[in-house]
């Protein structure tokens, strides 16, 4: 399997990453080489293995549906880049 | 006094204790060292005002009850500092200033520590040379055209320069043992979910996890301690009693069974790794340990699994960097799609965006099951490997890494070259194990090498234990010349 220009810039779209056009034929040299080395995997057989899904013996802890936290609006808008004194301010949206 | 910051944790500590030094002139010793070093580029954020006031305040009511009474550190630039800029050693954080403390920080604070400033690294973390800092690279104190190892570069580099008693980083693939051992100094990972994750970074968040950088073992066993402990605010943290691991330290390891597995003796492997090997092998044998070969079949196959699961992780946690809610925002781009597009491009470094992309194409509809489950399935064949062997063995040793401290710019035209430096340290992580990198030796160059041992999930306390007996019988000695003052 190999990665061609397009589909690494469709990939970039997924991923909301402008790619530099001169950049793409590096990139996608690079992410072959990467993906070359993944495809070792596919020596091993592993029909009969379950997937890992957590390291840890144990299920997730859930904790009660309670506020435990809040009225920090100004701390939570304090690093945004743009902003009013209500809400984060984005490009328009909706014409 | 003119030495003390070349002196470990536990001296310095005993120091302030007895009162022969104080707080205020230990972190002005270190303030002097920092302000000479400015051309290892350790530091992203210094604060010294702020510590200086704490020292004072220390001296002014010394509680000296605690784990580290009046200690300034400076910690890497992954966990968030209240107040503090974070970085993550990425311009996409260049102007983000944490309202939170990480729990891991806090726990630091808490014991009698306070911050000094915040360490370069490599940027989310993802690097094993620190290369790949917006800050850009760190230099090894080691040599002046070495890398000090990644990702917590700037933690290895500041600790073997003398510019903090002892530090912190992260570790998903390697990111404190290699350093460590490029720069002969002591570094553990510690079992996943140990160490709290609340308010670090994230990187891959099923193989993230703090842990202590430090001197000496002693130091590391101090520092362990502190900064452990169950999180409410962690949903993988371990809830279990705290362990007072320094007092704890105990040398004698005569009986333990040591495994040595076949498969760490990889293809072009430099002589002096299996020197140096053998001479782990023969310090512990010799201090009474019983050697066992044993089998991680696995093994080779870990780094390909890891270049899976970490980049899908770091894919998904890395969305949040939008440009909305904190962080660098583009100004190029004429609706929100375009916006979010250029931000993530001007504010993401090159490797984080090919580890974006590797992590979005793996996980996108049509290849899932053909690389993340795969991925998964294997990084259990790994993680039985080690279940098998821990039924014969207490511990096992490795070396650390593959190769001493490379040149600056050396591995950076070449991601697969650069990644095989976590050859030795990536399967711990994928098997939530810990791992204590210990100085051993130096190779024909004069540069420091690490050697790695590995214990069962919550067995610290034993690999210290053996770490601290080969410390005592290594005859290792850190000795930097301070070129760059």
Redesign the interface.
């Given at each position: 399997m190999s990665?061609d220009k397009e589909k690494?810039k469709h990939?970039?779209k997924?991923?909301?990453?402008?790619?530099?056009e001169a950049k793409v034929d590096s990139?996608t040299k690079?992410?072959n080489?990467?993906?070359k080395?993944?495809?070792?995997?596919?020596e091993?057989n592993?029909d009969k293995?379950?997937?890992?899904?957590?390291?840890?013996n144990q299920s997730?802890?859930s904790?009660k549906d309670e506020i435990s936290d809040g009225k920090?609006r100004e701390?939570?808008l304090?690093?945004?880049?743009?902003k009013n004194e209500e809400f984060?301010v984005?490009?328009?949206?909706v014409e | 006094m003119s030495n003390i910051t070349n002196q470990s944790l536990s001296e310095i500590l005993e120091k302030i204790k007895s009162k022969k030094i104080s707080s205020l002139e230990l972190t002005q010793a270190y303030i002097k060292n920092i302000e000479n070093a400015k051309k290892l580029n350790t530091f992203v954020t210094t604060t010294f005002d702020q510590a200086l006031e704490n020292a004072k305040k220390f001296d002014n009511k010394p509680n000296n009850e605690q784990l580290l009474s009046g200690i300034p550190l400076a910690v890497k630039d992954l966990f968030c500092t209240e107040n503090v800029k974070t970085t993550a050693g990425s311009n996409i954080l260049n102007?983000?200033?944490p309202?939170y403390e990480s729990t891991v920080t806090k726990n630091l604070w808490t014991n009698g520590a306070f911050l000094l400033g915040k360490l370069n690294c490599d940027e989310f973390a993802m690097g094993s040379s620190n290369e790949t800092s917006f800050f850009g690279n760190v230099i090894n104190p080691i040599g002046d055209h070495l890398v000090p190892g990644g990702s917590s570069g700037g933690s290895s580099s500041a600790l073997a320069a003398d510019l903090t008693p002892a530090t912190i980083g992260t570790d998903t693939g390697g990111s404190i043992r290699q350093p460590a051992s490029f720069t002969g100094t002591v570094g553990l990972k510690p079992t996943?979910?140990l160490c709290s994750r609340w308010g670090i970074v994230a990187f891959a968040s099923?193989l993230d996890q703090a842990g202590p950088m430090t001197k000496t073992v002693t130091d590391c066993a101090i520092m362990l301690e502190a900064m452990s402990g169950f999180d409410?605010k962690d949903?993988?943290s371990?809830n279990k009693k705290k362990e007072t691991y320094s007092k704890n330290l105990k040398d004698n390891i005569k009986g333990l069974k040591i495994g040595i597995p076949k498969e760490y003796r990889v293809d072009n492997m430099p002589k002096e790794i299996d020197e140096l090997w053998e001479k782990g092998k023969k310090i512990l044998k010799d201090l009474g340990a019983q050697l066992i070969d044993i089998s991680l079949p696995?093994t080779?196959?870990a780094?390909?699994?890891y270049?899976?699961v970490a980049p899908a992780e770091a894919?998904s946690n890395l969305?949040r960097y939008?440009?909305?809610?904190?962080?660098?925002?583009s100004q190029k781009?004429?609706?929100?799609?375009?916006?979010?597009?250029?931000t993530?491009?001007e504010g993401?470094g090159d490797e984080v965006?090919?580890r974006?992309?590797?992590g979005?194409?793996v996980l996108?509809s049509g290849y899932y099951d053909a690389?993340y489950?795969?991925?998964?399935?294997?990084?259990?064949?790994i993680?039985k490997d080690f279940d098998d062997s821990f039924i014969k063995v207490d511990a096992i040793l490795t070396p650390s890494t593959p190769s001493s401290a490379f040149k600056i710019g050396e591995k950076t035209n070449?991601?697969?070259s650069m990644?095989l430096n976590d050859i030795f340290t990536v399967p711990v992580n994928l098997?939530?194990l810990p791992a204590l990198s210990l100085p051993a030796g130096l190779d024909k160059k004069g540069y420091p090498l690490g050697l790695q041992l590995i214990g069962k999930a919550l067995d610290e306390q034993k690999i210290l234990n053996i770490g601290y007996a080969f410390e005592k019988n290594c005859g290792y000695k850190n000795e930097i010349k301070k070129w760059w003052s």
């Amino acid at each position: 399997m190999s990665l061609d220009k397009e589909k690494i810039k469709h990939v970039a779209k997924l991923a909301r990453i402008s790619v530099d056009e001169a950049k793409v034929d590096s990139l996608t040299k690079d992410l072959n080489s990467i993906f070359k080395f993944i495809e070792q995997l596919n020596e091993l057989n592993t029909d009969k293995v379950e997937p890992l899904t957590s390291i840890l013996n144990q299920s997730l802890r859930s904790r009660k549906d309670e506020i435990s936290d809040g009225k920090i609006r100004e701390k939570i808008l304090k690093n945004s880049p743009k902003k009013n004194e209500e809400f984060f301010v984005v490009p328009k949206v909706v014409e | 006094m003119s030495n003390i910051t070349n002196q470990s944790l536990s001296e310095i500590l005993e120091k302030i204790k007895s009162k022969k030094i104080s707080s205020l002139e230990l972190t002005q010793a270190y303030i002097k060292n920092i302000e000479n070093a400015k051309k290892l580029n350790t530091f992203v954020t210094t604060t010294f005002d702020q510590a200086l006031e704490n020292a004072k305040k220390f001296d002014n009511k010394p509680n000296n009850e605690q784990l580290l009474s009046g200690i300034p550190l400076a910690v890497k630039d992954l966990f968030c500092t209240e107040n503090v800029k974070t970085t993550a050693g990425s311009n996409i954080l260049n102007n983000f200033i944490p309202s939170y403390e990480s729990t891991v920080t806090k726990n630091l604070w808490t014991n009698g520590a306070f911050l000094l400033g915040k360490l370069n690294c490599d940027e989310f973390a993802m690097g094993s040379s620190n290369e790949t800092s917006f800050f850009g690279n760190v230099i090894n104190p080691i040599g002046d055209h070495l890398v000090p190892g990644g990702s917590s570069g700037g933690s290895s580099s500041a600790l073997a320069a003398d510019l903090t008693p002892a530090t912190i980083g992260t570790d998903t693939g390697g990111s404190i043992r290699q350093p460590a051992s490029f720069t002969g100094t002591v570094g553990l990972k510690p079992t996943y979910g140990l160490c709290s994750r609340w308010g670090i970074v994230a990187f891959a968040s099923s193989l993230d996890q703090a842990g202590p950088m430090t001197k000496t073992v002693t130091d590391c066993a101090i520092m362990l301690e502190a900064m452990s402990g169950f999180d409410e605010k962690d949903s993988t943290s371990i809830n279990k009693k705290k362990e007072t691991y320094s007092k704890n330290l105990k040398d004698n390891i005569k009986g333990l069974k040591i495994g040595i597995p076949k498969e760490y003796r990889v293809d072009n492997m430099p002589k002096e790794i299996d020197e140096l090997w053998e001479k782990g092998k023969k310090i512990l044998k010799d201090l009474g340990a019983q050697l066992i070969d044993i089998s991680l079949p696995h093994t080779k196959y870990a780094l390909p699994t890891y270049y899976i699961v970490a980049p899908a992780e770091a894919s998904s946690n890395l969305a949040r960097y939008d440009g909305v809610r904190y962080g660098y925002r583009s100004q190029k781009g004429k609706d929100l799609i375009e916006m979010y597009e250029n931000t993530r491009s001007e504010g993401f470094g090159d490797e984080v965006k090919r580890r974006i992309l590797i992590g979005t194409y793996v996980l996108s509809s049509g290849y899932y099951d053909a690389f993340y489950l795969k991925a998964q399935k294997v990084r259990q064949l790994i993680k039985k490997d080690f279940d098998d062997s821990f039924i014969k063995v207490d511990a096992i040793l490795t070396p650390s890494t593959p190769s001493s401290a490379f040149k600056i710019g050396e591995k950076t035209n070449d991601p697969v070259s650069m990644y095989l430096n976590d050859i030795f340290t990536v399967p711990v992580n994928l098997a939530g194990l810990p791992a204590l990198s210990l100085p051993a030796g130096l190779d024909k160059k004069g540069y420091p090498l690490g050697l790695q041992l590995i214990g069962k999930a919550l067995d610290e306390q034993k690999i210290l234990n053996i770490g601290y007996a080969f410390e005592k019988n290594c005859g290792y000695k850190n000795e930097i010349k301070k070129w760059w003052s």
